[in-house]
């Protein structure tokens, strides 16, 4: 086994618990956020495991949102449970909190920080930025690519 082949294996283990950064002055270094990402069987089990609510949820959100590793898409992460022995903390990508059938989004704080990114892309439009559903370029005073906007177009702009 060559050397390049065993380092992008510790790579793929190592991206579901954090991720390599670049980093001017340390150079590339991993960081743990210690929080569990859905994989793509586990789509509907968004964050509880039974059918049991949430004692107490928190939605984290900033200007600076991760990305899912795999897809691209904005991930919230989502605490559950919260000052009890079951706290749990998991990052949810934006499209597996949309509901396609309603056209809603299940968390207010995410709809919340969805229109401010809409608010900021009217007032700078010739900025640009990617797009939150992927990883491709968000058309000109949208948040939204050409592709994206075809299928969550009626979600995001609600």
């Not at 065993?6 to 590339?28: A, Q, R």
């Not at 749990?88 to 989004?105: A, E, F, H, Q, V």
């Not at 700078?124 to 948040?143: D, F, G």
Request: aromatic letters at 10%; one cysteine or more; proline letters at 3%.
């Amino acid at each position: 086994m060559t050397i390049m082949q065993n380092t992008e294996e510790v790579i793929e283990e190592n991206s579901s618990i954090g991720e390599w950064i670049l980093d001017d002055t340390k150079g590339w270094y991993f960081y743990s956020y210690n929080i569990n990402e859905l994989s793509d069987d586990q789509e509907n089990e968004l964050v509880l495991e039974s059918n049991e609510e949430p004692v107490s949820y928190h939605v984290w959100t900033s200007r600076s949102q991760p990305r899912n590793l795999r897809t691209g898409e904005i991930a919230f992460d989502i605490s559950i449970n919260i000052s009890t022995d079951n706290e749990k903390t998991s990052r949810i990508p934006i499209t597996k909190l949309m509901d396609l059938n309603d056209n809603t989004i299940e968390y207010e704080e995410v709809v919340n920080a969805i229109n401010d990114w809409i608010v900021v892309a009217n007032k700078y439009p010739n900025i640009i930025r990617k797009c939150i559903c992927c990883l491709r370029k968000a058309k000109k005073s949208n948040v939204l690519c050409y592709g994206c906007s075809n299928k969550y177009n009626d979600i995001i702009y609600a």
